[in-house]
């Protein structure tokens, strides 16, 4: 199990300016749908993005804090560009 904030804190030592929304699947806080944005993705491809994400949260992968992860990775400008960069946790 992890809190919102800590996965939030994990994202943003790697990618200050994201704004991070956790969904808990489960009830258990450990089946999680995040959803980053970040301007740390431009120019990286899906692969390359998801990969920045689980080395950011490579301790509570590895630990079983989270044992299940559904993954969105976008730039401002992917979702419109109306997201606040860095407003914090939704």
């Known amino acids: 199990m992890i809190t919102t904030q800590t996965l939030t804190d994990y994202v943003r030592r790697a990618m200050p300016d994201a704004t991070v929304t956790v969904t808990d699947k489960t009830g258990t806080m450990d ?3 995040v959803r980053i944005v ?12 998801h990969r920045m994400v689980y080395q950011a949260l490579d301790a509570p992968l590895k630990d079983g804090r989270i044992h ?14 109306t997201e606040q960069i860095g407003k914090g946790i939704t």
């Open 38 to 49: 970040s301007r740390h993705f431009a120019g990286k491809n899906l692969l390359d993005r």
């Open 68 to 81: 299940a992860l559904e993954l969105t990775a976008a730039t401002p400008e992917e979702i419109g560009g």
């Open 31 to 33: 089946h999680l749908i």
